[in-house]
Structure formats: C-alpha cells, structure tokens
C-alpha cells in the first residue's frame, strides 16, 4: 500500500472517530423513576415512552427507567428531579403543591363534571400560571401536557366495607396519599382518612390498619387488591391525568429538535395510555368479577352536594385560590 493511499485511510479513520465521539458527546441518559410495577399498565406505558424517546431521537437521547420505587419515595424522587440526578418522575400533579400548594385544586374531589370539563380548566391562565410558577421556583418543567395520559380511566374505591350511598360509606378508614386537600374532602364526607405510602396499602388492609384505598380502576389488579377489599366501587371523583415532570434546566438544554422528539414520543404515549387503559380496565374489571369481585357503580350525586358546602366554607374563609371557583365556572360547557 502506498503512502498516499495510508495517509487517506488515516485520514478517513480520524474522521469517523471524531464523528463518534461527536455523537456519544452529545448522547444525553436520562434517569425515569416511578413507584408501579413494571409489568402494570402504567408500567408498560412508561416504559414505551422512553423506548420511543430512544427512537425518535436517533438514541441521542435514552431513558433508563427504574419502577417500583427504587429509586425513593415520592419526597426523596422530587429532591432528585430539582438537582437533576433523576430526570423524570410521571406522577399526579398535586405531587407539586410542596411548591406551589395551589397544584392541589387541580385534583379537586367531586367538583368537575366530567373529563372535558377538567381539561378545559386545566388550559386556563390560572393553571398555567401554577406551572410556570413551578418552573420558576422548583426548577421543574412538564413534558407534554398533563391532561394528554389517560389515568385510570376513572377512579374507584376498593374496600373491605362496601356501601351504596354517601350515609354507609361513613366511618370508612380509608387509606389517603400525602395530600392536604384530599384528605380534608374526604373527611368532610365522613371517612377516618389514614395517610399510607402507595406500596404498604395491601397489607394495611390486610391487618385492618385501613378498610380502604381510592386507585385508578387500572392499578388495582397488578396491586392485588382486590385480594384483600373484593369490592370496588366506582365514584369518580375526580379526572386524571399524569404530569410528566422533568429537571427544567436540563430540559430547556436539549435542542429544539431534541425537545420536539421527545415531545413526539409523549404523544404517541398518550394516544396509547387512552387505548391501553380502557382495554385493561374492562379486561382486568371482568377478571376481577370472575374471582366474586363485586363491583358497582352507584348513584354519588350525594357526594357532589355534600361537597359544594365544603367548597363554600373554603371560599368564605379565603381557602380558595383567587379565581379558582371562577375558572372552574367558567371553563364548564355551556
């Protein structure tokens, strides 16, 4: 081989190296946490969202994902997503309202008529403000909208202790999350509202710490639930939706193209979380029935009155956010 022809191969070999090394410089890892566990239907949602980031970004961008708390509980994920050693955490957005305690109305109980009413309010200006506020101070951004995930589809209640109306339900020691709002809503109902991390409500139930636990229908088959409360109950009490929330600063440093992959790869995950989620609810539903789950679907239209006095008393005191009744008026269809 002659010199030229080695110096040219040289040549070409230095370049595809720059090249390479270009492209592993410019590969972003990302950390996922979640608290489900991966082969339930959030799971695999999750996890099909970041292997469509891996696609749509060429691999520039890759998302490991790590479930069923591995990575902490809800507080100690938070604190990593705000320093940036955790880069997503899907969750619900009244998770937020250690920054900005008004996120919380955002799942109200029993106030939104339906689903198309809630998403509505959560395009409003005063949601939108919560969120940049959020940004701003937190250091947390969202990826997509939180109303694209479809959660649930719906809410229900899985007791030990089953009722047909607001007057039996009373005296439910029900398990509730970390979440001021919905606990005091839930004791303005009547409940004994007991605060239990996520991953210790089976066996709560079990022991008789609890009677109950409110979930998304989807959760409660891969939860086992059922196993120790065989009645759900279905009360809607409220949408959901799923914020996808993100470290901003690292966020806001992925190109424009970048962010609009990955951007793409949430919505191809939303439009399937509506198809996965139905399916698996009604799938898992008549599953659950076949074992002598009971489940019913009373009339809560009792729940919805006894609560519009607990949404007064709020507003008289000053406990509302200013505007919230207003937009949540407003954004009703007429």
Partial sequence: MNRILRNLLAAGVMTAIGAASTVSAQAETWRMAHKMPPDSIEGELFQFFADKVVEKTGGEVEIKVFPNEQLGSDDTVLEQLQIGTVNVYPEGTSYLQKWVPDIKFTSAPFLFDDREHWVRFMQTD?????FKQIEDEAGIALIGSPTAFLRGPYRVMVTDKPWTNLEEMQGTRLRMHPDELAAAAWRHLGAEVRTLAWTEVYESISRGIVDAVNSPIALVE???FYEVAPHIIRHDEYPQGMAFMTNAKRWNALSDELRAQVLD?????????????????????????AKDVAYTEPDTSDFVERMQSFYQEMEEKGELPEGFLDAVRSSRAE
């Avoid at 005063?126 to 919560?130: A, I, M």
């Fill in 265 to 289: 790869a949430f919505a191809e995950m939303a439009e399937e979380s509506e198809k996965r989620m139905i399916a698996a609810a009604n799938s898992d539903l008549e599953a659950m029935k």
């Fill in 222 to 224: 891969p939860m086992k």
């Fill in 126 to 130: 005063l949601v939108k403000g919560w």
